[in-house]
């Protein structure tokens, strides 16, 4: 693990929070990804459970590695897990990562709680690391993603052809975003606007 990011990372917002996440949390995310809809742009179809399982095992390796820090989702009312997303591509000498794998249970879909979990991320990338570039991607024809990851306040760099191959052969074009450290102060407004309550600040 490189020192850039010291564990344990643990961010709070108002309803959610994201914690680090380990094999205990496998069986109830297990339960959660088997809704297809979840995997449709997805690399892995994570519905299946031994390619959820080992994508995520392989994910906890990388945190040790220092190239992934996956987190699980916590709904802070019901104490369930949601959902997971994680930190990747990390770069620290030259300040910059990419924030993905971001998936919810459908019935969590449009609630403003990916906007609360892209608060919570961002302001830890910015306020804390000190990070000049935040990364996001999704599939090209991933249109709703695409939409999500622009009002979040993502900015268009353009497509990547052929860049992904799903575990089924599918070959993927993928279509690249970014957020830099000086457009963060105009970004974060709109995220908190967005999100479902306003975040108290824990970090």
């Known amino acids: 693990m490189n020192n850039w990011l010291k564990q344990p990372i643990i961010l709070k917002g108002e309803m959610v929070d994201l914690i680090p996440m380990d094999t205990t949390h496998f069986d109830e995310l297990l339960v959660l990804a088997k809704d297809k809809r979840i995997w449709e742009f997805y690399p892995t179809d994570g519905s299946n459970t031994d390619k959820f399982l080992t994508a995520y095992k392989n ?34 000498k030259d300040k910059n990562l990419e924030i993905g794998w971001t998936w919810l249970h459908p019935d969590y879909w449009s609630t403003g709680i990916n906007f609360e979990c892209k608060l919570l991320m961002l302001t830890y990338c910015f306020e804390t690391l000190g990070t000049i570039r935040v990364q996001l991607k999704t599939r090209e024809n991933n249109l709703r993603s695409r939409k999500a990851i622009e009002k979040i306040g993502g900015v268009f760099e353009g497509i990547l052809r052929k860049d992904r191959i799903r575990d089924n052969g599918e070959v993927l074009n993928s279509a690249y975003y970014s957020i830099l450290d000086t457009e963060w102060k105009s970004v974060k407004p709109n995220l908190i606007a967005n999100s479902p309550k306003k975040i108290k600040s824990s970090l």
């Not at 820090?69 to 990747?88: A, C, D, E, Q, W």
């Open 59 to 92: 994910a906890l390796i990388e945190r040790e590695k220092g190239n992934h820090y996956p987190f699980v989702i916590v709904h802070k009312h019901s104490g369930k897990l949601i959902g997971s997303t994680r930190f990747f591509e990390i770069h620290p």
